[in-house]
C-alpha cells in the first residue's frame, strides 16, 4: 500500500548483505578502483621510467615534460581521492518521520489517506519535487521524506542529496557533496591522457620506424595507446557532464524530468549558466580548479530554506 506514495529512486533496493558474503561483496565493489590505481601506477613508470628517463635524450625536455606531468598527475590523484573518499552525506534530521507517524502511516486504511499524513508532516519542509501522481516523495527503506533531488541509492543502501549516479569506478555515489570532485577528476584525467599521448607521440612514431631499442619501446608503445583510448573515451563523459553543470541538471533528472506541483520541468532548478556553475564550483575563481568542496549554496542543513534555488521563470514556481 505504501508504493502508492513513495518516490522513484535509483533502482530495487534491499537490505545490504552482512557477515562473509558481505565483506566479499565490498571487496568486490573495489575491484574498478584497484584496477584503475593498476593502469595510473603503471602509466607512471612508463611515463617517468621508461619515457622520460631512459628514452628522452634533452635534459631540458626530461624537466619540462617531468614538471608538467606532475603537476597534472597530482591533480588528478588528489581528485579521484576526493571523489572516493568524500562522505556523500545524509539527509537532515527534520526529514525524519517520527515512529509516531509512521505507524499511521502502516494504520492507513487507502493511499489517499497515507498521502494525507505525509502532506500534514512536510507542510513546513522546503521541499517542491513530487512523485509522478502528485504525492509527497517518501522513501520506505530509510523512513524519510525526501528533499529535492534526492533519491535512494540501492547500491549504498541510503538516500543521497543530489544524486547524480552510483559511479562504480570511484565505488561510491557522485552526488551533492563529492560532484564537483568528480567533474575535476573527469577534466585532469582527460588532461593528464591527452598530455601523455601528445608527449609520446614522437616517440611512438620513433618506435614504429624501428628506431628505438630495448624492451622499454614496448611500455611507450602501450602507453600511447591507452592513453589515447582512454583520451577518446573521456571526452564525450567530461563533455556531457560540463554540459549537465551548465543546465544545473544531474544524470538521473536528464533521464527524467523532476517534477513539481504544476507538473515535470527539466530547467526546473536552472538559474542561468553562470550560477548553474557556480553551484557546483562556488564564487571564488581561485579554488574553482582545485578538488576543495566549494559547491554553493550550501544550505543542507539550513533549516529555513529550500535546498536549492528554484528557477523563478519556469513552471515550478510556489503554488
Not at 631540458?60 to 572516493?84: D, P, Q
Not at 527503506?141 to 533531488?149: A, G, I
Not at 557522485?174 to 570532485?181: E, G, M, P, Q, T
Request: proline share 4%; with cysteine.
Amino acid at each position: 500500500m505504501m508504493s502508492g506514495v513513495a518516490g522513484s529512486g535509483s533502482g530495487s533496493g534491499g537490505s545490504c548483505p552482512t557477515g562473509w558474503c558481505g565483506c566479499i561483496v565490498r571487496a568486490l565493489k573495489w575491484l574498478p578502483v584497484l584496477f584503475i590505481l593498476t593502469i595510473v601506477v603503471w602509466s607512471y613508470y612508463a611515463y617517468v621510467v621508461q619515457l622520460c628517463i631512459l628514452t628522452v635524450p634533452s635534459i631540458f625536455e626530461k624537466v619540462v615534460y617531468l614538471v608538467f606531468y606532475h603537476a597534472l598527475f597530482v591533480m588528478f590523484v588528489w581528485s579521484y581521492w576526493r571523489t572516493i573518499f568524500t562522505d556523500i552525506g545524509r539527509v537532515p534530521s527534520k526529514f525524519k518521520i517520527p515512529d509516531s507517524e509512521v505507524e499511521k502511516l502502516l494504520a492507513a486504511e487507502n493511499e489517499e489517506a497515507q498521502r494525507l499524513i505525509l502532506e500534514r508532516f512536510a507542510q513546513d519542509l522546503p521541499i517542491y519535487n513530487r512523485t509522478i501522481s502528485g504525492a509527497i516523495r517518501y522513501c520506505e527503506r530509510c523512513v524519510h521524506v525526501k528533499p529535492d533531488r534526492t533519491h535512494h541509492c540501492s547500491v549504498c543502501g541510503t538516500c543521497v542529496l543530489k544524486m547524480d549516479h552510483h559511479c562504480p569506478w570511484v565505488n561510491n555515489c557522485v552526488s551533492f557533496y563529492n560532484y564537483k570532485f568528480f567533474i575535476l577528476f573527469l577534466g585532469y584525467s582527460l588532461s593528464y591522457c591527452i598530455y601523455i599521448a601528445s608527449t609520446s607521440l614522437q616517440y611512438f612514431v620513433i618506435f614504429w620506424k624501428g628506431q628505438l631499442e630495448g624492451m622499454g619501446r614496448f611500455h611507450i608503445l602501450f602507453l600511447f595507446f591507452v592513453s589515447l583510448m582512454f583520451a577518446i573515451s573521456l571526452i564525450s563523459f567530461f563533455g556531457y557532464h560540463c554540459y549537465l553543470v551548465m543546465q544545473n541538471r544531474s544524470t538521473l533528472e536528464a533521464f527524467r524530468a523532476p517534477i513539481f506541483r504544476s507538473g515535470s520541468d527539466k530547467n526546473g532548478f536552472s538559474l542561468g549558466r553562470y550560477n548553474n556553475f557556480q553551484e557546483v564550483f562556488g564564487d571564488n575563481p581561485k579554488i574553482w580548479l582545485l578538488p576543495v568542496f566549494t559547491s554553493y549554496p550550501d544550505v543542507v542543513e539550513n533549516e529555513s530554506t529550500t535546498l536549492y534555488p528554484l528557477n523563478q521563470h519556469s513552471t515550478p514556481q510556489i503554488v
